[in-house]
Each structure stands twice: as C-alpha cells, then as structure tokens.
C-alpha cells in the first residue's frame, strides 16, 4: 500500500479502521467514534464490554471489566492489554463475561470471568489477565499443542478452531458437544463428533453453538459408517424384516444419550412438522384444514422447511402430496404392526388408504406410552403432552399424529420421522397405484441407483413443490438435489424385495443437476472459497435457536438440514438466536424472536427462515447481539448500508434490561417488549450509516453496536466496495437466471421432442457450464466479501493470480454457447418457452436486461444467455479504477493493469465468437437443407464461402457450379448435388505466382488431390489466402480455439508450418484406399514418423518419406488362414521394404537379411520351423527376387544332412558339398535339387566312390569305388548308396603288383566344390555398397568415408532412443570411431598402428559396415562348420575360406587406405633420429629389434580381428582331421613322461654339458639352488616348458610363432647360466633339448597346433627365424610319433 500516493488535506493516519458505536436504531441516535493510535482491525463485544484488536497487533478491552484488580477510573475508554504485549495477535473474541484471543503462532490466551471454566484455566473464578491456554493433542505421544485459528466465545463455554479445521471446547454445558459427564471441562477438549470434517468457522450464542462445514465431497474418503447409532451403543439403527405381502421397517433402537441421532451425517431430511403447527407443549395443537374442502391442501413440507405460505397446488400434483405430511397408514388387517412399538408397516393389500380415528388413536397411545418409559429412562426433556384434540378428518388426524408425536417422543419419533422421512419411504413402498382419490397417482421418489441415472438425475420433488419467486421470504427451492443428498436407507436397499423394487421403479421427470460437485474448476476448489456448506448446530434449544424443528437441546453438533444446499458462507450467533448469511446474500435467521431481532415475524421460529428485505438489497456482512441483529449490505450505491433488526434501547434502561438478563422466562417476555420501547418487525435502515464513510464489517453484542469503517483513500476503498458488489449483484442475477429459467426450461415434458437429442444434449451441456461459471462467481464473491472483512487490499484478489480460471470458464461457457446457437437451438426452444414464459415475457425481459419494444421470443434467450459475457468488460473496468490509485511504477498498478487487458481482451473476444456463431447460423439458414444436415456441425463456424463468384475451380465446365466454403475445420467443396470435406490440418495453400497460371490463382494441396482456385480479384486472392492459412494455423494449433474472425486479422502475415502432425484417412482407390495416417507430414505428404493403419488390419509404423515409407519401419499384416500376422521390421525404400530386415512369417519362418523392392534379395538366413516342428531348417545365402541363388547353406535339421554349394530358383543347382552326420561327405554337380552327374562320396571309413550320379546318394552310371586298404573297382555302378550296389566292372588289388608305385587312385577332394572367392559374394557386395561403391573397387574414397559417418551416427541415433541397447564399453568404442584416422598420405609405422587400431575398434561395433561384415562372416563361418558341418574332409576348405575372406577385407582396408602398400609391401621403420631422442639408457632403447622395415599383409593386419572369432569351428575340424596322429603322439607323450628327468635327458641324447645340476627353489631362501638328483621329475627346463605350453592358449599364427620363440629364449638362458658364457646353438645340441621340453610341456593337440601355424602362416615369416624355430617344433612332433623305445 505504501505505493499509493497519499492524498493531499487527509491526516495520514485516521483512513482506515474507524470505530464508531451505537445503541438502538431510532432517528435520534448517532454514532460516537472510539479514537484509537491505530486503525482497528477487529472487535468482538459481550454483554458489558468489548475487545479491540488494532493493527500490529495489540489489544485493547473497553467497557465494564469486574475482573480486573484495579478499577479503572473510565470504564469506557479503551485500555490496553499489556500481558500480550510482545505477542502479535491475529483474532480475538468475547463471551458475555470473558475475552480471549489467537496470537500469530496459534496460541491461545483467555481472561475474564471463569466461573464456568470457560478460560479454561482449573481453580481461578476470574482471570484478570490476558493467559496462556493450550491445547494438547491426547492422540499423538508425547501429545503436541495445536495451533488455533480463531476463538467464539459465549455465556458459560469457548470454542477454538484449529489450524487441521477441527473443534476444541472447554466451560459448561451441553453446549461444548463434548460427551461429558460433570461440568465444567477446565482442559479443552476435542468436540470428536465433528472430526474429519472440515470445519469453516465456528459461533457461540449465550447457551448453544454453531459450526459452518464443508460438505462432504470426493476429498474426504473417510465417512462415518450410516447405519450404526454414532454414540457409543453402537447398534444398529434399522432392523427390516420383508414379510410376504408387506415390509415392516422397525428403528425401536433408542439411545441412552438421548441425542437426535444423526444418520449417515445428513444424508436423511430434517424432521419437518407440518405447516402451522407450533410443537412447543405450551401451544395447543392446530387441526390442519381438511382434505375435503377446496381450499388448499397444506403445502408438503420441501425436505424440512416448512413453506410459510401454501400456494395451490394443481390437480395433478394433489395425489402427488396426499401422503407427504402422514404417517404411513396402520391396517388392521395387520396386528404385527400394532404391537411392535415404533415399527411402520406399510401394507400391499389395503383397500382404504386411511386408518379410522380409533386405530390412530390405538396406535398415538403406544407410541406414547413407550415413549414415555424410555423418555424417563433417559432423563432428557421429558415433554409429554396428553394426545388429545385430534380432529376426525384422517389428513388432519395424520398430521397431529406427527405433530403429537414429534414432540411428545420427542426425540426418538423425531429421529424416526426423519429416518423413514415417511413421505419418501412411502414412495419407495407403497404401491403405484394408492392416490388420494384413488385415481391414478405418482410415486415421487425413485430409488436411487434404479432408473435413469445419467448425466439427469433423478429430481425428487421439485414438481410438487409450488414455484414461488423468492421474493416473499420463503426459502428458495432446492437445487438438484441428487446429487448428494438423496434420500435412501442406508444398507437396506439392498435387503427391499425385487417385487416392490419393480412397483417403486417408474421413470420420472429427468434434470440435469445444476450443482456442481467441489469447485467450479478443478484449480478452483482449493483456491476459491468453497459454497458447498452445512450449517450444525448443538446445545440448549428452548428457544428453537438450533434451528431443527423444534425446541430440545442436543448435546451433540446436528446438521440443521434445511440449510443444506443454501451455499452458507457465515454463521453468526446472538444470545438466543442464530443466523446464516448467504452467498446470495440472503440472511437465514432462528430461535428467539421476542423483538423481531429474526427480520421477519414468522413463526414457529424453530427453523431458519429468510430475513426480509427489500427487493435489491444484498447483505454480505451481519451479527447479533443480546436482542438485536445488525446487517451491511449493498444498497443502490457503492456505500454500503446497515439494517437494525430487534430491540429499541432507550437511554437509562439499560441497567435494568441488563439485570433482567440471565433470569428471564418466557412469560415475561411481552412485558419487557413493551418496557423496551417496541421493536422492528422487520429490518430497518440506520439513516445514519451514509455518514460513516465506506463501513468494512459490523459488530453486535449485549446493547451495543459497532460499526468499522475506511474513508476512500484516492477511491482505493470505493473500487474494492465497487468490485465486491458487482460480484455479489452479479451472481444473485446469475443464480436467478438459473433458478427461473433455465431449470423451468429443462424441466419440461416437451424439451426433448421439441429439440431432438443433439441439441438436448448442448443444451444440458450449456446449462452444465452456466452452472459452473454460476458457482464460479459465487464463490469469488464469497471470496471478496472476505477480503473487504479481512484485509482490504490488492494481495488477497484472487482474480488477479488465477485470471486463467475465470478466462477458461468464459471461454468454454461461450463454446458451447455458440454451438447451441449454430445448431438452432434458440429457434428451437422458442416454442417451449412459450409454453412456459409466454404469459409473462416481462421475467424474461427484466433478466435479460433488454430494452427493445416486444423482442422476438428468441433474440430474448440469446440476450439473456449471453448476459454473463458481458461481465468479462465489467471485471476489467473495475480493475482498471483500483490500478487507478497506485502509482504506475508500482507492481501492484502492473499486476491490475495486465489483469484488467487480460479480461479486455477476452471480453472482444467473446464479442467475436458470438458474431462468428451467428454469422455461420444465418448461413446455415440459407444454405441447401439436404447438405446442412450433414456438414452442421455443434463447434463448426463458417469463416468465409464464396456464392458471391469470388473464388472459382480452374478449368471448370460452363455450367458447372462450385462453391467453396471454408468452415473453422475444413475447406468445403460443393458442388450441384455432392460435396467434398476438406479437413483443415491436412491442407496447404499457396500463390501461384502471377506470370505463371495468368491472374489470381491459389494452389489448394490437400493429401488426394490439388487443385487451382481463381479468384475474382486480387483482393480476394488475398483475403482467400489469408483465410485459409489463419484457419489452417488455429486448426493446428488446437482445433477450435479462439477462432479469430477474417477481420480481426490485423495485417500480419500467418503462414501456418509446412511440416505439421495430422491424422487423415484417404478415400481415393489405390493402395491407401481407407487406411488411415496418423504422423508427420510435409506439403500433402507423409513425411516423418507415422502410423499407418489399413482396414484389413495391416499397420505400418515408422519413417515415411514423400508419402512413401521409406526409413526404418515395423510392418504387421494379418494372415487371415492362419489367423497369425506376419510381422516386418526393418529398412524401407519408396513404400518397399529395402535394406536390412527381419520378417517374421505367420508360418513361423524368421528371414533375417536384406530386401529389396520388397522381395528378399542380398544376402538373408531363412529359419524355417522350431526345432520340434514337421521341417526344422536354416538356409543362409544369397537370395534373388525372392528366390535363393548362387552359393548357400542349407542345413536340413530332420535328415541331419548340410549342403554347401550353388543354388537357382531355390533348388540346389550347380556344384556343391553335402556332408552327413553319419561322416558321408559328398562333393560334386547337383540338377534340379538332386546330385546328378559327376561327383565324388566319401564315407566315414575313407571307402570312395568317384563317377556318376543319376539322384541323392543313388549311383548310376561309370565310376571307380576305391576301399580303405586301396583295393578299387571300376566299372558301371547302380543303385542306392549304402542299401547294396548292383557292380559291373574289373576289380583291382594293387598292393600285391606294384608295392613300389604311388597308390593310383589317391582321391583329391576340392575341386568340384565352389571355390572360396564365389562364397558370400552378397556379403562383401552389401559391404562395398554400404561404403557407396557400385561394384569392389569402384568408388570415391571420400564418399565411403561419409558413408561411414552417416552409417554411425544414424544407427547411434537411432540406439539413443533405447539405451538399454547399449552397453558402456560399445557407447565408448561408438565415440573413438567418430574420428575418421587420416586416410590419404604415405604410410608410416605410426600410420600403420593406428590403422591397424582402427581396424580393431571397427570390426568390433556392427555398426560400423567392417564390423557388420566381420560379423556377418563369422554367423556364416559357423554356419558351415559347427555341428554337421564339423567334418574333417571340409578342413581344406574351411582354411581357404578364411585366406579368402582376408584377401577380400584386405581389398575394402586398401580401398580405404589408399595409401597402404599391397600384400606384401614394406613400411620403411621410423627413421634413426627418432630413436636418438629416447634417454640413451632407457628400456625402450633396448628392446628395439634391429628390422628394418615392416612387411605389410592382410593376415598380419586382419587375422588378430578374424581368427579369434573363428577358432573354435576351425580348430575342431583341425583336431578331427589329425585324430589318428594325435593320438599316436599322445601315447609316446605318456609313455616317456613317466621317466625322471635326468633318464629322460639322457634318453634323448642330450649332451651332459646341458644338464642342469641345480634348480633355483622358491620355497627355500632366496638364492639357494637345490641339487638335481636322479630322481628329481619335471624340474628341468620348467620355464621353458611353461612357457610352450602357453601356445594353445593363443589364437593367431603369429601369436603361437612367438610362443616358440620365448620358448628357445627361454632355454638358452638357462643353458648359458650353466655355461656361464655367451653360447651359440647348432641343429644337433639344440634339437635334442627341444624335444625335452616339448614332451614335458605335454601339449594334446600339438599335430593340430602345427597345421594351423602351417597353413595360416604370414608367408613372409617362412625363411626367417620364425621360420626355422616352426620347422624345429614340426620335427619334434613327428620325432615323438615315430619315437620307439629300445
């Protein structure tokens, strides 16, 4: 506030908080004003003094103060309470006698008279000063102090709100609804009846109390349970027992506590005496007025308030009410009923509706008697009048049954009344077709839960309520009130017979519930005040201030029901009588009305009844005191006003009314009233108050009042008033609308029928909405009022910070109005308003706000449905004039300043949707009916259509007609009799440039079609263009936002995106005949990620591009016979699957490899079958057009047979191999699938056969058989192999003739198998193309490497999408590979290590395409030669195939590389002077070997890569192959190894010289050698032989060459320590000491070892040393072999 500029005569200090007190209301009296240093934020008054709190927190006590030590001199000057000093107090409250206040951590501090404990402090009868109380919490341990909100104080008890919104309360009497047994309770105590609920504010009155609560609602889950008694007996409440014709329902329960039980927490009605009657036992019973007669029957009481004048109620709606103010009636026929006490049973089959007067008078007796022996039992209130007087009508007779019995049972009937509120229940079980006249009546009630209940609910008795204006004081109608209080037995209806269930079931009126549950908006419930409230009420009630009906004290809180639904804000309580404000502003008042302190004269007073006042005015604030009721309100201008209602006070009789007070009777009351002075039979104005200045709340208590008031600094104060009451006014407008239009509107029988279900349906949405925006403004009203009570400032306006709740309310308010009104629906209701309205047009006129001279029936619904938008520009003035009084640099002038543009511009806004909406209604009135119906749609508004000529198609025919309309979603093509949708989010328009197509043409792109509009001018080309793209731009933005108009557009150009997210289903034949697309598109096309979805259920999801899949994508398609899908995922091209791929068959086969145009081509693995199926198989190989081609594997499962060889149009065609798993090997032509024609078969034994073939394994024609001993046949064969040969031919036996010849007929395999460079050409093609190039070879080096980039990152992107793909290690490997090494320039050593490192890290990622390869190969490697394909024969192959592959990658490395010499080339060593920079003595120095160059060669450089991967199929067939060597070697190996050392040296001739004599021991001390002795074993040469057995550990040839080479290091060393001299070897001494270690380093597959060092040796290494120490080894090993011990 200190923004504010201070206006200039003022004294700065006395503005705000202005004190001025009064006694009565006659001419004469005028207020004096208390001065005080600061202003006054609170006061609170008892009987004889009053309580001031002041800002910062001090207060002061003034008036008579008996309780403090000293007198003070001038009782009525204010002093100061300095025991709070040094505390901030934030609320305090008085009692008649004591004071008490909150301070800001939310402590309690009393004083004051303590006679009853009500300071809550035990043993003092007066506390002079201002002391500590606290409230300790028994149910935590250790118990912990709660923090209070504020106090209410009364005569002889206090109650304390805590912070968690519960009641606390300590003194005396049953007014603190404590169970308590002995008063006073000193210790404040928690009122547990009222806990889990959310109290809002809490009253005392001299001798009871109220709590204003929010309703139960969705947030408070825990209810109490409905149908056990809520004191501690704990029975249950209802017994029900379903006899065979009848239900008997019995609540003879009573509780000792004798409270009125409260079931289900106010789920069931008040008990609701008839109209008339007093049940006071001091008054005789009123007769009601006969049935018979014609005047008006009594009105029924609407759920427990009782109407204070009956209307006639027609007819129809008589039946209706016969039975609502009886008990059900007692038959005779039934004696169960008559002897259960309390019991209602209620028969099926009685003729006559109504008992005799005996039967009533049997039935009144029992009730009584009963009553009157539990009534003494319990000690309460024992009212037991004589039930005499009752009339002989039977209506009346009911009515006094209830009557007599409401108060004689007093509270037990009571509770049973509104338990079974009988009405109701004889709704749910009576017959449908007992009536008052007998004729045909209605059930008014359904039963919940049956019947119709969606969005209408069920409305129980609005039609037999009379409809009354509110006018004349009665309480207004009910909203909908289904929606959380309907009546129904709790549990027991699911007990009720079916067959009564069926009879109760008949539909009635249907209504949507006008109350929205919780806030209006979700944001808005926590925010706002809440409006859903009950009003509960306990202690003493001889005055009827508990406002239940009647005049009995309850010693526990009670929810007064007629207050439910009433959106209660504030309670406020006098010293006998209660009152209720509204969020309509309305005042509820009770209890005492000896001088008409209620506002009105009505009686009986024991239920809340609207105060009067005239029409117009609003009150927002109010309080009571001793006999007086104060109320502020809105008059006509922006001052606010104040009303007197109750007691003249006339100077000097004060003192003897005051010592009256606390003795009073009843039957003293009339003459006190005339020693008084009179009293006001209904409030009055205090002419005075315009004086006061801006008056912020008003006080009552004892006599007094108190008035606090602001003067208006720089018309701060007069905008907040201003604002506060254009609210409140503006919501009763609202609430009125709704109470006397819209529902009457919904509520008719014709509504549907006149409308139609669309338009039923946005009506009742609207309505919905009315309601929410309706209970929206309440509860900012409430708010408001709050803040002018409390803070008066800018901070707590909860507009300003939640604008955003307001503005969406509008919005969708006008959203749904507008599409009722696109739909017609305002034409559409005339009739029915007619009906209902048509009489007197002057309530619609008046609401509506409209001047013209008798308006059409519908422009006067617009009016008035349109009227709250209207309030958006109101909001935004009165913000405006309170941004006025700050300074314009000050936040809070910003805050007010954008808030009022915000609502501005809404306000224009919603101006603009309403013109739209009736633009596109006109139109749709003129436009062709057949289309309407069709394209009239609720949310569709026209923007702009061209039956004016202004836009027409290209190259259209003469007499052709097009007419294009474009609506806020598409674009409409019409045509004479067809028409074509456009939808908006997939269509883009462009210009066409003008010397193109000639003059103003636009190109219209839609996903099928695109077509070029002419347009008359070039300015309508430009507001055509303009109007489309905006559309287009709000379309995509989110469909039917704020569709701004064609003319709103200032100038700015919109281009909506060209790329955009849209959905689209195509119509076109073709392939996308009715698929739908959902995803990205570009300029018509799909272009990005999509879905699209085909009819026939096929789905595709991925890339697209330029409408075309084409990218990685998943593809499902069902297969209808086999009732699976097939499933794609991979790489697309042009709407083709293109790429690498997996496609998983219906069937159960899984293709794995590459497509193109969607056919399998390249190289692919087919796996046919599980394992367990008909046919398990794997193919892998090339495939052409789908079909399998040139070379591949075929390994059949079942037979156990495996192919390798050429393939045409999947037949094995060409040359090939089969091996068997029973050791045949075949290898020769095969034709059509079979073997045919030359070839050779080998079997496990070495027999062979070479010749023809005719089919599988079946001989036939010329060939030799050659046996395993040499034996061979030759001649013509026939027959199946292995099933007896049929042989003509010469046999031979060689061996005996010529021993000395080579064998003739040695068989060589080979050479009619494929060669090693024709397989997996598709693998190294698919490489070479990945890398850019057409054919090996062919290509821009560049190019490949950005092939590689693309190819990394793509798949890195592609893997970042899921993770947990990746593991750290390969994400690390991903990283280095993204630094392309430098690949042009001669190559030097450094060159080459770090190509040979990239090499490492490239094979090992298969997204790199030498990775990929690499591992490819390595599946098809295995492929071949694990399992059937692990056959010795296929050695020889197998070894070529891994020298091929090297051969080939080695090509792709040097198409890389350029610059990497061929096979074989040298690499100069790094030149001498780099060597010279190392430290002369350092290790690196040392150990450099003196090679000069280095050799370059594809196994040196790719086989570490390779090998590793392939060593274990390759060293398998090794070992198969040098099976019967090994095993000789084996056998020697063991033999001599069981020899000591020394034998065993000397065995093999070594000489004596190179005998160890000593051998170094680790165990024994460092440096000491232990003796060789003949015995000693496997200590000779030990490092050595360690050493060598490290080869096999190895995989690469050169890896096992260095073995060996550490290996005769090793041996030398340890030769020349026992030499003690340099040493150099010849052949013979070495030899010999080799084969030691060699046989001690017992190596098993030693023969398999050499063969692989022999065939994959680098062959530059054969002439070195390498070379010599391998030839060493290979000796050994046949030495071992053919060793023989002599």
């Known amino acids: ?315 129809s709606e008589r039946g209706q009410s016969a039975l609502a103010n009886g008990v059900p009636p007692v038959s005779d026929s039934d004696p169960t009923a008559q002897s259960k006490s309390g019991s209602v049973a209620v028969s099926v089959v009685k003729t006559s509706l109504y008992p005799d007067a005996q039967a009533v008078k049997d039935y009144l007796k029992k009730l009584s008697d009963n009553a009157e022996a539990k009534t003494t039992a319990g000690g309460l209130h024992s009212l037991l009048p004589a039930a005499g007087g009752l009339a002989s009508t039977p209506s009346s007779a009911l009515n006094n049954l209830v009557a007599t019995c409401a108060s004689a049972v007093g509270e037990r009937v009571a509770s049973t009344y509104e338990a079974l509120s009988l009405k109701k229940m004889m709704n749910f079980y009576l017959p449908s077709g007992v009536s008052r006249s007998g004729g045909p009546g209605g059930l008014t009630g359904t039963v919940p839960g049956v019947g119709d209940n969606t969005t209408e609910r069920v409305r129980q008795e609005e039609s037999m309520q009379g409809k009354k204006s509110s006018s004349t004081g009665d309480i207004r109608e009910e909203e909908a009130e289904g929606v959380r209080r309907r009546l129904s037995l709790p549990g027991l209806l699911s007990q009720v017979s079916p067959r009564l269930l069926r009879k109760a079931v008949r539909p009635r009126m249907r209504a949507v519930a006008l109350t929205p549950l919780g806030g209006a908006v979700p944001e808005a419930q926590e925010v706002l005040p809440t409006l859903q409230t009950e009003v509960w009420s306990w202690g003493q009630g001889e005055q009827g201030q508990l406002g239940h009906g009647d005049n009995l004290a309850r010693l526990q809180p009670l929810c007064i029901k007629s207050l439910n639904n009433k959106e209660v804000v504030r309670v406020a309580a006098g010293a006998h009588h209660s009152l209720a404000l509204t969020a309509q502003s309305q005042v509820f008042s009770w209890g005492s009305n000896s001088s008409g302190q209620l506002g009105h004269m009505e009686t009986p007073s024991t239920v809340p009844r609207l105060a009067k006042m005239s029409e117009g005015i609003r009150v927002w604030d109010m309080s009571a005191g001793e006999r007086h009721t104060l109320l502020l309100a809105d008059g006509d201008c922006i001052q606010p006003i104040i009303y007197y209602s109750g007691q003249q006070v006339k100077e000097g009789e004060e003192e003897s009314q005051a010592k009256e007070l606390g003795q009073q009777q009843e039957g003293a009351e009339e003459e006190e009233e005339e020693r008084a002075g009179g009293y006001t039979p209904q409030p009055v104005l205090l002419p005075f108050c315009m004086n006061l200045g801006y008056v912020s709340g008003v006080f009552a208590g004892g006599w007094r009042c108190v008035a606090l008031s602001d003067r208006n600094v720089m018309g701060f104060i007069a905008g907040l008033h201003e604002l506060a009451a254009a609210e409140r006014k503006f919501y009763c407008k609202l609430c009125n609308i709704k109470t006397q239009i819209i529902r009457p509107l919904l509520e008719l029988e014709s509504l549907s029928s006149a409308l139609g279900q669309v338009t039923l349906g946005l009506l009742q949405t609207l309505a919905g909405r009315f309601s929410l925006l309706c209970h929206l403004t309440g509860q900012h009203a409430a708010s408001l009022t709050a803040n002018l009570r409390r803070g008066r400032d800018v901070k707590s306006l909860l507009i300003l910070d939640h604008t955003g709740i307001f503005l969406d309310s509008y919005n969708e308010y006008c959203n749904y109005l507008g599409n009722f009104q696109v739909m017609g629906g305002f034409q559409a209701l005339t009739k029915p308003s007619l009906d209902l309205f048509g009489k007197s047009p002057e309530l619609l006129q008046r609401l509506s706000e409209c001047s013209e001279e008798n308006p059409a029936m519908a422009d006067l619904l617009v009016a008035l449905l349109y009227l709250p938008t209207r309030h958006l520009h109101e909001y935004g003035r009165l913000l405006l004039k309170l941004a006025t009084c700050f300074e314009v640099c000050s936040t809070d002038y910003q805050k007010l300043q954008d808030s009022c543009s915000k609502f501005e511009a809404s306000g224009l806004q919603l101006k603009r949707k309403r013109k739209e909406a009736e633009y596109t209604f006109h139109f749709w009135k003129s436009f062709p009916g057949k289309m309407t119906d069709s394209l009239r749609k609720p949310h569709r508004r026209l923007i702009c259509e061209s039956s004016n000529k202004a836009l027409t198609l290209q190259n259209a025919g003469r007499f052709s007609v097009n007419w294009f309309i474009l609506f806020n979603d598409a674009l409409v093509h019409a045509q004479f009799s067809t028409h074509h949708v456009f939808p908006l989010a997939t269509l883009w328009v462009e210009p066409i440039p003008e010397e193109n197509a000639g003059v103003n043409s636009l190109k219209v792109i839609t996903p099928e079609e695109t077509f070029t509009l002419l347009a008359s001018s070039a300015m309508e080309k430009a507001k055509w263009l303009r109007s489309i793209n905006q559309a287009v731009d709000q379309a995509l933005s989110g469909a039917g936002q704020d569709t701004t108009s064609v003319s709103s557009g200032s100038g700015q150009k919109l281009e909506p995106p060209i790329s955009r997210t849209a959905s689209y289903t195509f119509y076109k034949d073709g392939r996308l005949k009715e698929a739908t697309y959902e995803g990205r598109w570009l300029a018509g096309k799909p272009n990005g990620r999509g879905v699209l979805k085909w009819p026939d259920g096929r789905i595709y999801t991925g890339e697209f591009k330029n409408g075309l899949e084409d990218g990685f994508g998943e593809f499902v398609a069902p297969n209808k016979t086999l009732n699976k899908n097939d499933h794609y995922q991979g790489h697309w091209k042009d709407g083709k699957m293109h790429g690498l791929g997996t496609y998983r068959y219906a069937s159960g086969e899984v293709y794995d490899g590459s497509f193109q145009d969607g056919m399998r081509h390249g190289h692919g693995m087919l796996r046919s079958g599980k394992l367990n199926t008909s046919s398990p198989s794997v193919f892998i190989g090339q495939w052409l057009h789908d079909k399998k081609t040139s070379y591949g594997v075929f390994d059949d499962i079942t037979k156990g047979e495996k192919y390798m060889g050429m393939w045409q149009d999947h037949l094995r065609q060409g040359i090939g191999v089969v091996v068997t798993q029973f050791g045949l090997y075949y290898e020769g032509a095969f034709k059509d699938n079979k073997m045919m024609g030359t070839g050779i078969l080998l079997s496990e034994d070495d027999t062979t056969y070479e010749g023809e073939f005719s089919d599988d394994w079946t001989l036939s024609g010329k060939g030799v058989l050659t046996m395993a001993n040499g034996d061979y046949l030759e001649g013509s064969f026939g027959g199946e192999w292995g099933s007896g040969l049929k042989v003509t031919g010469s046999y031979f036996k060689p061996h005996l003739f010529d021993t000395d010849k080579d064998k003739t007929h040695v068989v060589k395999l080979g050479r009619l198998c494929v060669c090693a460079e024709d397989k997996w050409q598709a693998v190294f093609e698919e490489c070479w193309s990945q890398l850019g190039c057409e054919a090996p070879g062919q290509g821009e080096n560049w190019k490949a490497w950005e092939n590689i980039a693309v190819a990394l990152t793509t798949s890195r992107r592609q893997i970042q999408d899921s993770p947990e793909m990746l593991s750290l290690s390969h994400s690390r490997t991903l990283e280095s590979l993204e630094v392309i090494p430098q690949h042009v320039g001669p190559v030097t050593m450094e060159r080459y290590h770090a190509i040979r490192l990239y090499l490492i890290k490239a094979c090992d990622t298969p997204l790199h395409p030498l990775g990929r390869l690499v591992e490819t190969l390595v599946a098809v490697y295995r492929m071949t030669y694990v399992g059937v394909g692990a056959n010795r024969r296929l050695l020889p192959q197998a070894v070529n195939e891994i020298k091929s592959y090297l051969n080939r990658i080695f090509q792709i490395v040097r198409f890389l590389f350029p610059d990497l010499p061929e096979e074989g080339g040298l690499i100069p060593e790094p030149t001498t002077d780099l060597r010279d920079k190392k430290e002369p003595g350092s290790t690196d120095a040392q150990l450099e070997s003196p090679k000069p160059s280095r050799v370059v060669s594809s196994s040196a450089l790719l086989l570490p890569v390779l090998l590793p991967r392939l060593y274990p199929p390759l060293f398998t067939l090794y070992a198969l192959d040098k099976e019967r060597e090994d095993d000789l070697y084996w056998e020697c190996v063991l033999r001599l190894n069981k020899q000591p050392d020394l034998a065993l040296l000397a065995f093999l001739g070594v000489q004596q010289k190179f005998w160890p004599v000593s051998i170094p021991v680790s165990m024994v001390a460092l440096g000491e050698k232990q003796q060789v002795l003949s015995s000693t074993k496997d200590a000779c040469f030990a490092s050595a032989v360690e050493t060598l057995q490290q080869i096999s550990t190895t995989f690469t040839p050169s890896d096992k060459l260095q073995v060996i080479q550490l290996t005769f290091e090793e041996i030398t060393q340890e030769v020349q320590s026992l030499l003690k001299q340099d040493f150099l070897w010849s052949m013979d001494d070495l030899f010999p000491v080799f084969l030691y270690v060699v046989l001690r380093a017992r190596i098993r597959n030693l023969g398999s070892e050499v063969s692989l060092i022999e065939d994959l040796m680098d062959p530059c290494v054969q002439h070195g040393e390498h070379g010599i120490m391998f030839t060493t080894l290979k000796a050994c090993y046949y030495q071992i072999q053919h060793e023989k011990i002599t």
């Open 1 to 315: 506030m200190e923004s504010r500029r201070k206006s200039s005569g003022d004294d700065g200090g006395g503005e705000r908080g202005l004190l001025h007190t009064w006694k009565g209301y006659s001419c004469s009296v005028t207020p004096e004003r208390l001065l005080l240093p600061q202003p006054v934020l609170q006061i609170a008054l008892g009987t004889r003094h009053g309580v001031l709190l002041v800002e910062g927190g001090q207060v002061y006590s003034f008036g008579e103060l008996p309780w403090k030590q000293s007198q003070v001199p001038e009782p009525a000057k204010p002093t100061l309470e300095s025991a709070l000093s040094g505390q901030r107090v934030l609320a305090v409250a008085a009692g008649s006698f004591h004071s008490g206040a909150v301070t800001e951590d939310g402590g309690v501090h009393m004083w004051g008279d303590n006679g009853a404990g009500q300071c809550g402090l035990s043993g003092l009868s007066s506390v002079p000063n201002p002391t500590p109380v606290a409230l300790l919490d028994s149910d935590t341990s250790p118990p912990q102090t709660v923090p209070v909100l504020e106090l209410a104080c009364g005569e002889q008890h206090t109650l304390a709100l805590s912070v968690q919104r519960e009641v606390w309360a300590w003194g005396s009497g049953c007014q603190l609804g404590l169970n308590a047994t002995s008063f006073p309770v000193w210790k404040p105590q928690k009122v547990e009846h009222l806990a889990g609920r959310y109290v809002l504010q809490v009253a005392c009155g001299a001798s009871h109390s109220l709590a204003l609560v929010r309703c139960l609602g969705p947030q408070d889950v825990h209810r109490p349970p409905v149908d056990k008694c809520r004191q501690q007996c704990n029975q249950l409440l209802y017994t029900m027992t379903d006899k065979e014709d009848h239900v008997i329902i019995s609540d003879s329960h009573y509780c000792p506590l004798g409270v009125e039980l409260t079931e289900d927490e106010g789920m069931l009605e008040a008990p609701a005496p008839a109209q008339g009657l007093k049940t006071s036992p001091s008054e005789p019973v009123l007769p009601s007025q006969t049935s018979t007669s014609n005047s008006d029957p009594p009105a029924p009481p609407k759920s427990a308030d009782p109407s204070s004048d009956p209307t006639p109620i027609p007819d």
